[in-house]
């Protein structure tokens, strides 16, 4: 099987060509971040016209650098949600013109799942069932998979995830935005000291998997603050002893918000091995993945626990076409996808969008455990 992927749920315009032993053959992708750096943040609007200037351009260099024509293609699998529906809808309105053109088999893909199921292109050994802590700008899971499209959510964030805190945390110290923000808070922690600042740990008196990190984001905001911080004055800019107090706080905030992710995550292994005590894997995944310390982290858990770590490379973790398209050569063997008829129109290709779509279901004894 050789399968294109396509992803625009949030500010990436990304494809990849990808076959079914797990080679692939292409990634491409186009990101918004200058014109995020430039507004401050995602605007469904904007985001999506950013999309529509560069969708054909991205599949058509990802089917070049495979060496492929659309023709030779198995099957097309598009992100369907969850994200920005004005977004998604770019890249499943291209999906469905290439199945509509070439009669091609389509697959919609939920983009969390793709996160998680990517690691199953890097690690060969992972079988089902495995955990996943899926870690991004608009999500923050817990999830333990059980087999294909079969998933329990162990944890959620109940209100921003570790992403969106990165991302703030970078935006109100003054750091370069032109790449994302977590990259940017990661590199100047190292400069500081973690013990500076004593941030609190969120959710700790909660015996659940659940996470929160708007309080954090706050005790962030009152801390820059409290050093008179001016995010107006670029970390370029500053002096000495300014960017020492930014780096303090940045390696304070980075320790807490990992933390969490430790403590929880500890938990959510337990639960996990009273389900399934045949799980030998965690997965971590999406964005925050690439960070470096959270890897670190996260690996002084699993090998605690007796578990081992998958985490893909930081390429594939940040979104991606790869994820996209393996999680369709997934999908698409145990024939969940549709055909369209000969010489249609993309309309008549049936797809439709889910910008909510929660993965799995909530673990219900979960609620009595945490009491
Ligand atoms: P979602 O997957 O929830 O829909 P998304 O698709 O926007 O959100 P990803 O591309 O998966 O998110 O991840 C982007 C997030 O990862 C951003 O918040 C970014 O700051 C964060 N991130 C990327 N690299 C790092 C890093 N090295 N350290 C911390 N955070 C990082
Ligand atoms: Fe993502």
């Known amino acids: 099987l050789v399968v294109l992927g396509i992803e625009t749920s949030c500010d990436d315009t990304a494809a990849a060509v990808v076959r079914s032993n797990g080679q692939i053959l292409s990634q491409v992708v186009s990101s918004q971040a200058d014109l995020l750096a430039q507004f401050g943040g995602v605007a469904p609007k904007m985001a999506e016209e950013a999309h529509s200037r560069v969708i054909d351009q991205v599949v058509q260099e990802a089917l070049d650098k495979a060496e492929i024509t659309e023709k030779e293609l198995s099957a097309v699998a598009v992100t369907i949600g969850p994200g920005?529906?004005?977004?998604?809808?770019?890249?499943?309105?291209?999906?469905?013109?290439?199945?509509?053109?070439?009669?091609?088999?389509?697959?919609?893909?939920?983009?969390?799942?793709?996160?998680?199921?990517?690691?199953?292109?890097?690690?060969?050994?992972?079988?089902?069932?495995?955990?996943?802590?899926?870690?991004?700008?608009?999500?923050?899971?817990l999830i333990l998979a059980r087999d294909l499209g079969h998933y329990i959510q162990l944890g959620t964030t109940i209100d921003d995830a570790i992403g969106e805190a990165y991302d703030k945390t970078a935006k109100w110290l003054g750091l370069d935005m032109r790449k994302s923000g977590g990259p940017a808070v990661e590199e100047l922690a190292r400069e500081g000291d973690a013990n500076s600042i004593v941030f609190k740990v969120p959710m700790k008196q909660h015996k659940d998997c659940n996470f929160s990190y708007a309080g954090l984001k706050t005790q962030v905001r009152l801390a820059i603050e409290a050093n008179n911080i001016d995010a107006e004055i670029p970390i370029s800019s500053a002096s000495s002893e300014d960017r020492r107090a930014r780096a303090d706080i940045?390696?304070?905030?980075?320790?807490?918000?990992?933390?969490?992710?430790?403590?929880?995550?500890?938990?959510?292994?337990?639960?996990?091995?009273?389900?399934?005590?045949?799980?030998?894997?965690?997965?971590?995944?999406?964005?925050?993945?690439?960070?470096?310390?959270?890897?670190a982290r996260l690996n002084h858990i699993?090998?605690?626990?007796?578990?081992?770590?998958?985490?893909?490379?930081?390429?594939?973790?940040?979104?991606?076409?790869?994820?996209?398209?393996?999680?369709?050569?997934?999908?698409?063997?145990?024939?969940?996808?549709?055909?369209?008829?000969?010489?249609?129109?993309?309309?008549?290709?049936?797809?439709?969008?889910?910008?909510?779509?929660p993965l799995g279901e909530e673990y219900a004894e979960g609620r009595s455990e945490a009491r």
Request: net charge positive; glycine share 6%; charged share 20%.
């Open 302 to 357: 699993v090998e605690k626990k007796c578990l081992q770590l998958v985490c893909p490379p930081p390429s594939l973790c940040t979104d991606n076409g790869v994820m996209i398209a393996w999680t369709g050569i997934e999908h698409f063997r145990m024939g969940r996808y549709d055909t369209p008829p000969p010489a249609c129109e993309p309309e008549d290709v049936v797809l439709d969008l889910r910008p909510r779509w």
């Open 250 to 295: 940045a390696a304070s905030f980075q320790r807490v918000a990992v933390l969490h992710l430790e403590e929880k995550c500890e938990r959510a292994i337990e639960w996990a091995l009273k389900i399934e005590p045949s799980v030998k894997f965690l997965v971590v995944s999406g964005g925050v993945a690439s960070n470096q310390f959270v890897r």
């Open 84 to 141: 920005l529906s004005l977004c998604l809808r770019v890249g499943v309105r291209k999906a469905r013109k290439l199945a509509g053109t070439y009669v091609l088999p389509i697959v919609g893909v939920h983009h969390m799942e793709a996160h998680a199921l990517v690691a199953r292109l890097v690690e060969r050994e992972l079988q089902f069932p495995f955990m996943a802590l899926l870690i991004s700008g608009g999500h923050n899971l």
